[in-house]
T-cell receptor, first 116, second 119 residues
Framework: GAVVSQHPSRVICKSGTSVKIECRSL??????MFWYRQFPKKSLMLMAT?????????EQGVEKDKFLINHASLTLSTLTVTSAHPEDSSFYIC????????????FGPGTRLTVL | AQKITQTQPGMFVQEKEAVTLDCTYD???????LFWYKQPSSGEMIFLIY??????QNATEGRYSLNFQKARKSANLVISASQLGDSAMYFC????????????????FGTGTRLTIIP
């Protein structure tokens, strides 16, 4: 299957700082990327959908000013958690869909964010 | 109403036995797709199997098969001859609407089932 990478895999930051997470499709063009959040032992909750070159569509209850999503190219989307607080600590996973030749989404390995 | 329901929070199965993980779904859209993913402790989401709403045959992929009962709106995952490496969280997911060839419709996930294989 197609490969999606995420960077960093793990990040620890102080409360009040901003953290950027990158999601890259390595061997296909991702016209659409999705960002999910997963609390421990819980399901994946979709945060937003981003299409290359346009503004992201956020799910209800997700603060767009808090979680900034940029999808400036067909291989890269970024999620920036602004002014992070301990309650933002979570596992963030991206997935990508596009010209891979498959009708499935391909998931990145996830980023574990811990805010102190 | 929940779109995807997984009623088994945890299951313990003896190695080499078959296991069925339950999934029911709720949609009024005639076009939808159902997915199963495996999530080991490392956190990555591993695609296992896919069933489209118009597919006539139940999907199979190696040791994985999907028992698709459209009238009952259920899409249970069957793992044959379970192995220790099958221990993980398993998520059922659905996407609704016109199914493109590009996978760019959003997925809704169930709450998952934690499967533990006992040696």
């Amino acid at each position: 299957g197609a490969v999606v990478s995420q960077h960093p895999s793990r990040v620890i930051c102080k409360s009040g700082t901003s953290v950027k997470i990158e999601c890259r499709s390595l061997d296909f063009q991702a016209t659409t990327m999705f960002w999910y959040r997963q609390f421990p032992k819980k399901s994946l909750m979709l945060m937003a959908t981003s299409n290359e070159g346009s503004k992201a569509t956020y799910e209800q209850g997700v603060e767009k000013d808090k979680f900034l999503i940029n999808h400036a190219s067909l291989t890269l989307s970024t999620l920036t958690v602004t002014s992070a607080h301990p309650e933002d600590s979570s596992f963030y996973i991206c997935s990508a869909a596009g010209t891979s030749g498959s009708n499935e989404q391909f998931f990145g390995p996830g980023t574990r964010l811990t805010v102190l | 109403a929940q779109k995807i329901t997984q009623t088994q929070p945890g299951m313990f199965v003896q190695e080499k036995e078959a296991v069925t993980l339950d999934c029911t779904y709720d949609t009024s859209d005639p076009s939808y797709g159902l997915f199963w993913y495996k999530q080991p402790s490392s956190g990555e989401m591993i695609f296992l199997i896919y069933q489209g709403s118009y597919d006539q045959q139940n999907a199979t992929e190696g040791r994985y098969s999907l028992n698709f009962q459209k009238a009952r709106k259920s899409a249970n995952l069957v793992i044959s001859a379970s192995q220790l490496g099958d221990s993980a969280m398993y998520f059922c997911a659905m996407r609704e609407g016109i199914i493109s060839n590009f996978g760019n419709e959003k997925l809704t996930f169930g709450t998952g089932t934690r499967l533990t294989i006992i040696p």
